[in-house]
């Protein structure tokens, strides 16, 4: 637009020093159009090299042909190429005037050369910036929003899981005798494989640590793991001593008012089935995973790092919670580490054995048992109070060893457990109606093994 609206200027009568000023406008004008174009416009780098390239050069055709114009309608002869480049002809003796005259134009160009370098420079620079901070954003947004994800979940106090671990002592004198647990382990793996922000811990928990922490973290998931008697769970007093509260205290502080989201309750403790039929009975929109015979510590750890593993899967992937696939999984894994489903109590000696005082780890079952206890699922079912359990080979079926069994996992049973958990992933059919499990209406009975 300023070359055009030069054209039309008439500078017929321009002194040199006219034509220079002239020159000069049209070179800052050049700079102020590169700058917008370079600095001001939202352009890639290809764009605005582009952009400042087609300004350049025509200005680079119009200020020469205006000057060449000039050059000609001044009476100073036929134009030539400053003599700044080539130097004036052969015994031609310029004036002062001309001889500045044709030197401004070259300036003026050499100016616009190196102006087009700086803005390219900046702009580089700039396409640089905005990347590194487009990349910044970026990777602030993503981390402002998980934190805002977590304190969201912290203000509305849900957690997936809410783990009760509870490993009391009995005094010197009482007949009672417990052995302590290796909960320090579980407590290790649980963290391990759920996300701190789903996970609520009650370590050394009473009967009144429950309705607190369930009115305050509203769980999916509540985990109970310690020892039981008698159908009542044991949980610990203030000094450390056994508390064994009835088993309605426990249910009642479960009631839906309380807790809308828990959906499982997992009793990781021996002989807990009574309780956990009376928690379906009483609640069948729950499920519970519990024990029907005694365990060995190390058993009902292996099943419940399982359990654990699969849960903070599904939490990480961000679906919804399978209790029955987390199930069979517990089952596999406590397979995979030589574990074996059965009722320890129908190996063991009778009182006044003499194994009692001198045991025979090696070659005497009754020392040693080959199983490790039985670990159902319970469901309400048609109004009925259903058990999930893998239909195992019988014993009947193996030949009877006189010696522990090797800890590998049985191919039968492995190849069963990992066609289940193929389905359920899957979603195939309706839940706890697959091969390989079957659903009893009666409660377990706590002294007799579930199919081996």
């Known amino acids: 637009s300023v070359l055009s609206a030069d054209a039309v200027e008439p500078d017929g009568a321009w002194e040199a020093c006219d034509k220079d000023a002239n020159s000069v406008w049209q070179l800052l004008w050049l700079i102020a159009a590169m700058a917008c174009s370079a600095l001001f416009f939202a352009l890639d780098l290809p764009h605005v090299c582009a952009c400042l390239a087609l300004q350049l050069a025509t200005y680079l055709a119009g200020s020469l042909a205006l000057q060449a114009r000039w050059w000609r309608r001044a009476g100073r002869g036929e134009w030539r190429l400053p003599s700044l480049v080539l130097g004036p002809p052969a015994g031609l003796q310029l004036g002062r005037d001309e001889d500045a005259s044709s030197r401004m134009v070259v300036d003026c160009i050499l100016s616009a050369g190196l102006a087009l370098l700086l803005l390219l420079c900046a702009a580089r620079m700039r396409d640089q910036h905005e990347r590194q901070c487009f990349i910044n954003s970026y990777v602030l947004h993503a981390r402002v929003s998980k934190q805002h994800t977590r304190i969201g979940m912290l203000q509305r106090k849900h957690a997936e899981l809410l783990a009760l671990f509870s490993n009391p002592r009995v005094p010197d004198s009482s007949p009672l005798v417990l052995r302590p647990l290796h909960l320090g382990q579980e407590l290790k793996f649980l963290m391990r494989a759920l996300p701190h922000e789903h996970l609520a811990l009650e370590p050394a928990a009473s009967i009144g640590d429950l309705a607190p922490a369930v009115l305050a973290h509203n769980p999916r998931i509540i985990l109970f793991s310690g020892h039981s008697f008698m159908g009542s769970l044991a949980f610990e007093l203030d000094d450390g001593r056994i508390d064994l509260p009835p ?9 839906r008012e309380a807790a809308p989201r828990l959906q499982c309750v997992f009793l990781n403790g021996c002989h807990t089935a009574a309780l956990g039929h009376k928690l379906v009975e009483e609640m069948p929109w729950l499920c519970v995973i519990c024990w029907c015979s005694i365990t060995e510590d190390a058993a009902a750890r292996a099943f ?28 596999k894994r406590m ?55 893998p239909s195992l080979p019988s014993q009947a079926d193996e030949p009877r060893r006189s010696t522990p069994p090797v800890r590998s996992t049985p191919p039968r049973l492995h190849a069963r457990l990992a066609a289940h958990a193929r389905r359920l992933s899957l979603g195939a059919g309706p839940a706890g109606h697959r091969e390989g499990g079957q659903r009893d209406s009666a409660p377990p009975s706590p002294s007799a093994p579930l199919d081996g």
Do not use: M
């Open 247 to 255: 088993a309605a205290a426990f249910i009642s502080q479960l009631s």
């Open 304 to 331: 419940a790092t399982g359990f654990y593993d699969a849960v903070g899967d599904f939490i990480f992937n961000e679906e919804q919670i399978r209790i029955e696939l987390a199930y069979w999984l517990g089952l």
């Open 335 to 389: 397979y995979d580490q030589g574990f074996r489903l059965g009722d320890p109590a129908t190996y063991l000696h009778p009182p006044g054995h003499p194994h009692h005082s001198a045991p025979v780890f090696r070659g005497c079952d009754g020392c040693c048992p080959p199983v490790h206890g039985n670990v159902v699922l319970l469901a309400s079912f048609e109004k009925r109070v259903c058990v999930l359990r």
